[in-house]
C-alpha cells in the first residue's frame, strides 16, 4: 500500500467492568459488560469494516471484550496482545500508531479511557455531522466506539490528520 492510502482507525473502550479486590488490569466483565460487548461487535460489523489488525490491551475487561466482539465479524483480523495500551497517555497511543506497518489499511484498537476518548478527540480535526459534539457530550463510555480516517502513513499520525467518521454507544 502507498503512503497516500485511505486508512481508518476504530477505537473501542472495554465493556463494562466489574470493581473486585483484585488488581485493575485482572479485573472481569460486569454483567451489563458480557451483554453490550457483542452489541459492540455487531456495530463493528455493521461499520462493514475488514480490519487487518486489532491491538488489543493486556487487561482481562479488554480481552474479554475482544473475545466476545469479535464472534460477531465475518473476518477475524489478526490480534496482538498490547501492554502498553494499558495506562497509556495519548502520547504513548499516538506513539503506537506510528509503530503500525503500512500494511494495515484498517486498524482496530481495543483499550482504556481516558485514553480513547483523548485519542479520538485530538485525532478528528474535523467531523461528518455532529458526532464530534455527540462524542464531547456523551464522553466515551464503556463499549463505545469511534471511527476516525486518515489518508497517508501510520508514521505521518499526529494531532488533527484524521476525520470522526462515526460515533455509537450501546445504550444511546
Known amino acids: 500500500m502507498s503512503a497516500d492510502t485511505p486508512r481508518r482507525i476504530v ?40 480490519f487487518d489488525l486489532a491491538l488489543c490491551s493486556s487487561a482481562a475487561r479488554t480481552r474479554e471484550t475482544w473475545k466476545l466482539a469479535v464472534q460477531e465479524l465475518a473476518h477475524r483480523p489478526k490480534t496482538s496482545y498490547e501492554d502498553r495500551l494499558y495506562e497509556a497517555s495519548l502520547g504513548e497511543l499516538i506513539a503506537l500508531l506510528n509503530e503500525t506497518s503500512d500494511d494495515v489499511a484498517n486498524l482496530l484498537v481495543i483499550g482504556h479511557n481516558p485514553g480513547m476518548h483523548a485519542l479520538a478527540d485530538a485525532l478528528s480535526r474535523s467531523a461528518q455531522g455532529d458526532v464530534l459534539a455527540r462524542m464531547n457530550r456523551r464522553g466515551f463510555p464503556t463499549s463505545a466506539l469511534a471511527v476516525v480516517s486518515f489518508t497517508g502513513s501510520w508514521k505521518t499520525v499526529e494531532h488533527g490528520v484524521g476525520t470522526l467518521l462515526d460515533f455509537w454507544t450501546p445504550h444511546g
Open 11 to 50: 477505537l473501542l473502550r472495554h465493556a463494562k467492568a466489574e470493581w473486585s479486590d483484585g488488581t485493575d488490569h485482572d479485573r472481569p466483565l460486569a454483567e451489563r459488560g458480557r451483554h453490550d460487548a457483542p452489541a459492540a461487535g455487531q456495530k463493528l460489523a455493521q461499520t462493514g469494516i475488514t
